[in-house]
């Protein structure tokens, strides 16, 4: 939950220094105070930037904050893919989640559960699952109540 915070507020901290470099640069274009040519359109491509930052990494993280308060998350029992080289997110059937890198993660290949937030994937809780066939049971009741030979 504090790496949670934590990464929330780097993320807003970003789009706030974002902000802040697009009204700075579009008052010195306002002033006439720009040298090259090129740092004219600074405000506009930053602008880009920021509005892309905010739809890909703050935006989901604060709209979490409410499942988060409220200890609301969704679970998924999966096989992890990939684990990153910073251990900030892994990949399970081909889904990225993020997570504490400080936390220990179970090896590839594994079938783990998660509970995770909704909107920016951030994941609470990680626990190695072990497999259960459930099909082969499932399986035995549905030849037993249908068979070809009873038609």
């Known amino acids: 939950m504090k790496y949670y915070l934590a990464n929330l507020g780097v993320h807003i901290a970003v789009n706030l220094i974002l902000t802040l ?6 008052d010195r274009n306002k ?3 720009t040298k090259h040519a090129l740092t004219y ?3 506009f491509v930053v602008s880009i930037v920021t509005v892309l930052y905010m739809i890909n990494f703050t935006a989901p993280r604060l709209l979490d904050l409410t499942d988060v308060t409220g200890q609301n998350y969704y679970s998924y029992t999966g096989t992890l893919e990939e684990i990153s080289s910073m251990n900030n997110y ?4 081909g889904e990225k989640y ?6 220990d993660i179970p090896e590839v290949g594994s079938l ?6 909704r ?3 951030y994941v609470i809780e990680v ?3 072990e497999e259960v066939n459930v099909s082969d049971s499932v399986n035995e009741e549905i030849q037993t109540a249908v068979s070809p030979d009873n038609g």
């Open 127 to 129: 626990t190695q699952s």
């Open 41 to 43: 359109f600074l405000p």
């Open 98 to 103: 993020y997570i504490n890198p400080l936390r």
């Open 112 to 117: 783990v559960k998660i509970r995770y937030t």
């Open 31 to 33: 002033r006439g105070q």
């Open 90 to 93: 892994f990949i399970i059937d």
């Open 21 to 26: 470099i697009v009204i700075v640069s579009s």
């Open 119 to 121: 909107y920016g994937k």
